[in-house]
């Protein structure tokens, strides 16, 4: 059972729980249905995980990597498919709400930035439970820290917060030299989940140019050849993104072991768009072409 300490702050009850630094797991705590307390973690890492096992009142995680490169980060999270809970994100003393009681979000990831002297705090108010019912409830999300580079070239993509948005030259020269993943390759299928609400295309690819985790695999057969990578890479459904044939240069963001598409220009565009920049010197790095 992790310590806990009994303070107060404007008029709230705040119980501070102790935790592993990375990750948090606790339960509900029986202090009454008094509205104004509040069970309050501080975690450190640049990644883990929060589990609320049967819920009571509210939460307040305050995420503060003990890094120096952390100050100008960005931190992305990845809440639980569960209803029972509103989720928000605290900043500046403010509360923007990310997940609906009844778990709708319209989204999967949430990334904001954790920039100025307040770090960024993830909010959950638990929703009374009803007598009697029984059901044990879990609320919870996953966190990382991500790199400010790497986070503006998502979100100059389109990345999670506009994906569906063609990305222009520019963007499309920023995206290739900050991505997590840039791969070329052919769409083998699409599939599309309406409880997600995500789209999944599975691409088969050519040649990896990078890749941040492991998204993109490749199994060696019996015969001992060496085959195609093979991935996966996710959308949003309102994309509505449908089979192509040839070559695409696919790039984009990778949250919690899952490929999130930016930029999939056709291959022979992308060439033409790279060679025009090199000769007139605006690329942003030298690309691997070939």
């Not at 305050?62 to 928000?88: M, T, W």
Request: net charge positive; with cysteine.
């Amino acid at each position: 059972m992790f310590p806990v300490n009994v303070i107060i702050i404007t008029g709230l009850l705040v119980l501070r729980c102790g935790a592993d630094l990375c990750n948090w797991t606790g339960g509900g705590f029986a202090a009454g249905p008094d509205p104004k307390i509040v069970l309050q973690v501080r975690l450190r890492c640049t990644e883990g995980s929060v589990r609320w096992v049967h819920p009571g009142q509210a939460l307040r995680v305050v995420l503060e990597p003990n890094l120096s490169s952390s100050r100008r980060g960005s931190v992305c999270i990845k809440p639980s498919p569960s209803a029972g809970g509103a989720v928000f994100v605290e900043r500046a003393g403010r509360l923007e709400l990310l997940v609906t009681e009844d778990g709708r979000s319209g989204r999967e990831v949430f990334c904001f930035r954790a920039e100025g002297p307040h770090r960024p705090a993830i909010y959950i108010q638990a929703s009374p439970e009803s007598p009697g019912t029984g059901t044990r409830r879990r609320l919870g999300f996953r966190y990382e820290l991500r790199d400010i580079r790497r986070a503006e070239a998502t979100n100059l993509q389109g990345g999670l917060q506009n994906p569906c948005r063609p990305c222009d030259d520019t963007e499309l020269l920023m995206a290739i030299c900050n991505s997590d993943f840039v791969v070329r390759g052919l769409i083998q299928n699409v599939s599309h989940d309406s409880v997600r609400q995500t789209s999944q295309v599975e691409v088969l690819a050519v040649r990896v140019y990078w890749q941040r985790s492991r998204a993109f695999e490749r199994h060696v057969g019996p015969s001992g050849s060496s085959p195609p990578w093979h991935g996966h890479i996710h959308t949003q459904l309102r994309c509505r993104v449908r089979p192509g044939g040839g070559e695409f240069l696919f790039t984009g963001s990778e949250h919690f072991g899952e490929a999130w598409l930016g930029c999939a220009p056709r291959y022979k565009d992308f060439l033409s768009v790279y060679h025009k920049a090199r000769t007139e010197r605006r690329n942003s790095c030298d690309f691997p072409l070939g």
